[in-house]
C-alpha cells in the first residue's frame, strides 16, 4: 500500500469518500484509516470540506441529472401498474420480468448518483483551486501594498531629514570600481542622525552588500549596511568622523572595512 503522503496527494481519499476507488484498494485504505490517526484526521477534514462546498456553494446540479433521475422514477411507477396481462405473464416466467426492471432501475439511479458525485467533485476540486489562486493573489497584493508603504515612509522620512536647516548634504560620487555610481548621505549633527540614499548605486552580486564606515582618527567604524532594496537606509551616526566611506562587502557585511573595495567616500 502506498505511503500516507502518496495517499493524500494522489487523491484516493476523495475517491473513497466518493465510492470511486477500485475494490481492491478498499480494504487496504481503511486499514490504514484504523490503523494511522493522521491519515483518518486528513480523511476527516476531507469529508468535512466537501459537505462544506456542497452547501454553502450551493451550485445548482446540472438539467440533465434531474430529468434523468425523474425518468427513472416514471420508470419505476410504470412497473407499479403493470397490466393484469403483464402481471399474468410475469408471475408465469417467475417474478423475473419485474426483477428484471427493478434491476435495471437500480443501476440507473445508481448510474445517477454517481454522475451527480463525480460532478459535485469536481465542482469541489474546482473551489479547491480557485481559493488557491485568490489566496496566492492576495498574498501578492498585500506585498505590493507593504512596499507601497515603506517607500512612502522613506520618502516621508527624506522630506523631514532635508527640510530640517540642521541637517547637512554630502554627495559621495563613484571611482574608477563604480564610475557611474552616486549616493548622497545627509548628517544631521544637533539630532545624531545618518541617513543615506543610494539608488544610483550599482546593482551588486547577490553575495556581495554595500557597507558605510567612518573615519575617526585613521580607523573605519561601521555605519551598517546598505540595503539597496529601500530608498533610504537610516545608518548609525558616529561622532568626530572626518570622512563618509562605501566598499563593496560579502553580503552580511564585514567587521573591518575591505579598503580595497572602497568605491566611494567624502570628507566631513
Known sequence: MKD??????SGMLEMYLLGLLPDE???????MLAEDAVLAK????????????????????????????????QEE????????????????????????????IAAGIAAMFMISALWMFNQWNATQNDLQI????????KEQIANLEGNLKDAELLAEVVKDPNTLQYSLKGNDKIPNGFATAYINHQDKSAI???QKLPALPADKTYQMWADVDGEM?????????KDVVVLNYIDKATSLNITIEPAGGSDHATVSQLVTNVYL
Open 77 to 104: 411507477a410504470n412497473v407499479k401498474t403493470l397490466p393484469k396481462e403483464e402481471k399474468l405473464a410475469d408471475e408465469q416466467n417467475g417474478g423475473k420480468t419485474v426483477s428484471f426492471l427493478w434491476i435495471g
Open 4 to 9: 500516507r503522503k502518496t495517499i493524500i496527494e
Open 42 to 73: 486528513k480523511y476527516a477534514e476531507i469529508e468535512q470540506d466537501f459537505e462544506n462546498v456542497s452547501l454553502e456553494n450551493a451550485i445548482q446540479p446540472p438539467n440533465f441529472i434531474k430529468e434523468d433521475l425523474f425518468a427513472a422514477i
Open 196 to 198: 543615506v540614499n543610494a
Open 25 to 31: 484498494q478498499v480494504t487496504a485504505l481503511e486499514k
Open 221 to 229: 567604524i561601521n555605519m551598517g549596511i546598505i540595503d539597496k532594496s
Open 134 to 141: 485568490t489566496q496566492q493573489e492576495l498574498q501578492t497584493i
